[in-house]
């Protein structure tokens, strides 16, 4: 028989680790409640129609597709299969597919439920997502996103309140040294048309300009070329570089706001980030936890204005959380100028970053707060009934099940990290007294079983 495996990208939770990411979600909650966000679920897998398309040619790569049912060979597409042609093949053999990401699947509940919906709507989710990426540090397959979506405005005060967002959890979290970098596409566009590409090769600079945290200046020019860029598009890149080293989002704002002057897109871009980063002054969010970013490119093809990325430094992991805004997601479904803005917290890459820097609260992992002994098999009935009055009192309690050695039962409280453990022995029972340890100084003291509550 084989030795049990799971697939690569994907890991198992222990209580521990569970203990951690339950924390991590509900901290990440709490913020989304306070920001006014209700929660939505969509299922794990979508039609596979509803989700290609929608996050470029790298993305469409990724989505994990679903055989069909039964003899999902008996339609294929002969030729397809044939000459072994993946691309024609995949939508005759698979109709279904694991979702990328919550954002798309947003927008399709939306243009199903837009009849009970109150606009604008402000949502969040947390549920699993699945990318069949190359599985490395960071870099799962299956993970979990925590997103929140305002739909439905074009304010930038929209972009405001999630920038609130991701500054209060990250703080609340505990995350070091983090930093929100802000772009927009309508800038993006504006770079790349002062630097010569042609408005149907966006895209394909976009993607290039997104890789450059991972290949650094040379890399990104190498991938220009391959996608058939010319000098002056590939040494413009230099340029776009130059400007963004500049410390002060500001100065970089201006340097950029010289190089597409004439764009009435980029132009207003820059006016709205401006004015972003002026709000989230006044609100306390200043440098180095906020940042404009030139390069910051993102390489989903639905955003249309704001993009943000996290980022922590010294981190084991790239960036934590993303987003940014869509104008017209919901058109794809049937539902035109339906704008929103969202973001997605990375809450795998965030559990990593603080296993890294050590900043996990204390004692996160404690499930129960009082172990009680049980010392005699045959006669558990006092040690039941202080289960039950304690439970009561809304503390977790466990008897333990067997009368085994107490040093036994004693390492099993040390080992789960309960702070308490409850002792009937022979005495206390003759006494009607319990004897209540402390498991964190060790110190124990004899008292009536109904002083147990007040004590721990």
């Known amino acids: 028989m084989s030795k049990p495996s799971i697939p690569k990208g994907t890991r198992d939770f222990g209580p521990r680790a569970m203990a951690r990411r339950q924390w991590i979600f509900s901290t990440i909650r709490n913020v989304f409640v306070k920001h006014g966000f209700l929660p939505i679920e969509t299922p794990s897998f979508e039609n596979l129609q509803t989700l290609t398309g929608k996050y470029g040619e790298e993305g469409d790569k990724l989505i994990f597709s679903i055989l069909n049912n039964g003899d999902y060979l008996s339609k294929a597409d002969a030729a397809a299969l044939e000459a072994k042609d993946s691309k024609k093949l ?51 397959q299956e993970f979990t996103q925590c997103d929140a979506d305002i739909i439905g405005s074009t304010s930038s005060l929209c972009e405001l309140d999630l920038v609130q967002v991701f500054s209060e959890s990250l703080t609340d979290l505990g995350v070091p040294g983090f930093t929100i970098l802000l772009n927009d596409r309508r800038v993006l566009a504006a ?66 706001s010289e190089l597409i002057a004439g764009n009435e897109k980029g132009e207003s871009g820059l006016q709205e980030l401006e004015l972003l980063l002026s709000r989230a002054k006044d609100d306390g969010i200043v ?36 987003g940014g805004r869509y104008d017209n997601l919901t058109g794809i479904f049937g539902l035109e100028g339906m704008s929103g803005v969202g973001i997605s917290f990375g809450a795998d890459r965030i559990e990593d970053v603080l296993e890294h820097f050590n900043k996990f609260p204390d004692n996160i992992d404690k499930t129960t707060d009082v172990l009680i002994t049980q010392m005699d098999s045959k006669n558990c009935s006092q040690e039941l009934m202080l289960v039950s009055q304690i439970r ?25 990290n309960i702070p308490f453990v409850v002792l009937i022995g022979e005495d206390e029972r003759k006494s009607g007294m319990v004897t209540l340890k402390n498991m964190s100084d060790g110190t124990q003291m004899t008292i009536l079983p109904d002083a147990v509550v007040n004590h721990i």
């Not at 009192?393 to 099993?412: I, M, N, T």
């Open 90 to 140: 995949t939508p005759t053999i698979s109709k279904k597919a694991l979702r990328y990401d919550l954002t798309v699947p947003f927008a399709r509940f939306v243009v199903m439920n837009r009849n009970s919906l109150t606009f604008p709507f402000k949502r969040y989710q947390i549920q699993h997502v699945w990318r069949g990426d190359r599985p490395g540090k960071g870099r799962y």
């Open 191 to 256: 770079v790349a048309f002062a630097m010569g590409v042609p408005e149907d090769r966006l895209t394909d600079w976009t993607v290039a300009v997104d890789k450059y945290d991972k290949v650094g200046v040379e890399g990104v020019k190498m991938e220009l070329e391959k996608r058939g860029f010319g000098e002056g598009v590939v040494s413009g890149i230099e340029t776009l570089v130059e400007i963004n080293s500049h410390e002060n989002s500001l100065d970089i704002l201006s340097k950029l």
């Open 392 to 416: 009561s009192s809304g503390f977790s309690v466990e008897l333990y099940p067997d009368a085994s050695k107490l040093k036994k039962q004693v390492k099993y409280a040390n080992d789960k």
């Open 287 to 322: 440098a180095p936890n906020i940042k404009f970013d030139a390069m910051l490119a993102r390489g989903l093809d639905y955003y249309t204005g704001a993009i943000f990325e996290v980022k922590v430094a010294d981190s084991p992991v790239g960036s934590i959380c993303g």
